[in-house]
């Protein structure tokens, strides 16, 4: 745990010997807000971009309590555990009816979903789950309007730590409002709706915003509580796709942070349609963004060369580092396009991406990246430091491609 998180958690957990009386006096007094709130505040969650895997980009529809156990077991025996991935995230398709009370329950595919979690929590890993605030999911099933408070303390019950919440079905609420503006107002009170359920239930629950960037939502996701908010529609499993919604993340940096960050949608890396290069921009691309790393491929059929995609410590080091500041677009000269993240040590991330299918000559100047004299370059795809530069680094880079460097 970084020293940050390690002094939060501590701070909860002296706030946890002090009597709840005299604590909600104090509260009251200092004018802080309830003890509620601050327990479950998302203070301490998402501190760095959440990890971990996610059922919809493979799984799709095809997803049950089996197959969520078999992605745990593989999360840990892969390694991917012990590099950082900690979520395990259930996507839309697993709600069943309510009961005779409006609690939501789950249909047959996840016979016992306490028990599921139990399971997950065992590992050492951490469960997730998805809702939405229409009365329907975007795969037609059961949503959370009109039943948010039955819901979070149903997640909370079954021990449930993310939720990602999904517009769709609220858009059909959302397009008999009189106006575009009562229509986005509507949104935002339904997002509030849910955090302050969840927050009322005392349990730390990362809260997921999934409303593919409509309304600006980097600008209001924080105060409705997101912990992250979708800046994008879906990714699919193609460069062309990949490419677009990654690059297109350029100016949005400073909407993220420690406990809020902007989330250009899952990994699509193992999934099979793209080439290795094209997976390692991929990874590059979502480090210097300072983006979730959900993976969304089978973790029980990863080849090595997945494996080492994924868990590469240096890339993933950039994507967690403490600072929590996202990169951004330095240049763009054609094809090729310079990204740069700062980082808590002083150093930058830079990623040389060519976004050509053909192979491209680029030229790296670490002045004009606000570096002066002598620099220090690791490439840390190939592992390699390459040593002190005085002057412009020139490099090929691969079709669709990046060569990703750490220069201090
Ligand atoms: C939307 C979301 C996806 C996924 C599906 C599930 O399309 O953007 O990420 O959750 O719904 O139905």
């Known amino acids: 745990m970084g020293f ?3 002094r939060i958690s501590e701070s909860v957990m002296s706030i946890d010997r002090i009597p709840r009386t005299y604590l909600a006096l104090i509260f009251l007094l200092l004018g802080i807000g309830s003890w509620q709130q601050l327990h479950a505040q998302g203070a301490s969650v998402a501190l760095t971009p959440p990890m971990g895997w996610n059922s919809w ?4 529809h095809n997803i049950d309590d089996k197959t969520v156990r078999a992605q745990a077991d593989a999360m840990v025996s892969s390694g991917m555990r012990d590099a950082g991935y900690t979520y395990i995230n259930i996507d839309d398709t697993w709600e069943g009816e309510r009961d005779a009370q409006g609690y939501i329950q789950s249909n047959s595919k996840f016979p016992d979903m306490k028990a599921l979690a139990d399971y997950v929590h065992s590992k050492g890993l951490k ?19 009109g039943h948010e408070k039955q819901d979070a303390e149903t997640y909370a019950r079954w021990g449930i730590d993310y939720l990602k919440y999904d517009l769709c079905g609220l858009r059909t609420e959302m397009k008999r409002a009189p106006t575009p503006e009562a229509a ?12 302050d359920a969840l927050r009322a239930t005392g349990r730390p629950i990362v809260y997921s915003l999934c409303e593919y960037g409509e309304g600006s939502v980097w600008k209001w996701g924080t105060d409705v509580g997101g912990n992250l908010w979708r800046t994008t529609g879906d990714i699919t499993d193609r460069y062309s796709r990949m490419a677009e919604i ?14 809020h960050w902007n989330d250009p949608d899952m990994l699509e890396v193992g999934n099979g349609g793209m080439n290795a290069e094209e997976y390692r921009t991929h990874m590059s691309l979502w480090a210097i963004l300072a983006a979730p790393l959900l993976a969304g491929n089978d973790l029980t059929t990863m080849t090595p060369e997945t494996i080492a995609l994924l868990t590469n410590r240096e890339v993933i080091a950039v994507d967690q580092d403490k600072l929590g500041k996202q990169g951004d677009r330095a240049s763009e000269e054609g094809p090729i396009e310079i990204w740069v993240r700062p980082l808590a040590d002083g150093s930058k991330a830079v990623g040389v991406f060519n976004r050509l299918d053909t192979p491209l000559s680029a030229t790296v100047d670490f002045r004009q990246l606000g570096f002066d004299g002598a620099v220090q370059v690791r490439d840390i795809w190939q592992g390699k430091d390459l040593g002190a ?3 412009p680094y020139t490099v090929t880079v691969q079709p669709h491609g990046v060569v990703l460097l750490r220069v201090k």
Request: proline residues 4%; contains cysteine.
């Open 4 to 6: 940050i998180g390690k």
């Open 57 to 60: 980009n493979h799984f799709n």
């Open 127 to 145: 469960l997730g789950i998805y809702s939405s605030p229409g009365d329907k999911t975007c795969a037609g099933y059961e949503g959370s309007l």
């Open 184 to 195: 986005h107002q509507m949104m935002i009170d339904a997002y509030v709706k849910m955090r």
């Open 246 to 259: 990654g690059f297109a993340q350029a100016g949005l940096a400073r909407f993220a942070g420690p406990g």
């Open 389 to 391: 530069m005085m002057g």
